[in-house]
């Protein structure tokens, strides 16, 4: 059973820096695609960043060049480092995983995830 939990997150102002971290378990790293999706009140979820187990990573045009997506195997945890944060960065973000596909792929279509962690809020404040 894959279980994710996350951690981190909170307020900072504009141009702060956040990293979120996602504990993964019951994941094979044979094969899997893991990512980052963000809900911000009233849209839809937004692939942020996205991993896949052939080494490629992926990112949203809006955060590309300030988020970075790594996985680190040791530990078993996904991150999310996210520097100069925006207003419009503030969102619910969610690590999501699955057992097969390219990140790429995924990133335009978050809802495909099959395993989720629980959200945290992330907030940049003007």
């Known amino acids: 059973q894959v279980q994710l939990v996350q951690s981190g997150g909170g307020s900072v102002q504009a141009g702060g820096s956040l990293t979120l971290s996602c504990a993964v378990s019951?994941?094979?790293?044979?094969?899997?695609?893991m990512g980052w999706i963000r809900q911000a009140p009233g849209k839809e979820r937004e692939g942020v960043a996205t991993?896949?187990?052939?080494?490629?990573?992926s990112y949203a045009d809006s955060v590309r060049g300030r988020f970075t997506i790594s996985l680190d195997k040791t530990r078993n945890t996904l991150y999310l480092q996210m520097n100069n944060l925006k207003p419009e960065d503030t969102a619910v973000y969610f690590c999501?995983?699955?057992?097969?596909?390219?990140?790429?792929?995924?990133?335009?279509?978050?809802?495909?995830?099959?395993?989720w962690g629980q959200g945290t809020q992330v907030t940049a404040t003007s």
């Open positions: 999501a995983a699955r057992k097969s596909g390219g990140a790429w792929f995924f990133l335009k279509k978050p809802k495909d995830f099959d395993y």
């Open positions: 019951g994941l094979s790293y044979n094969s899997y695609v």
């Open positions: 991993i896949d187990s052939d080494g490629f990573s």
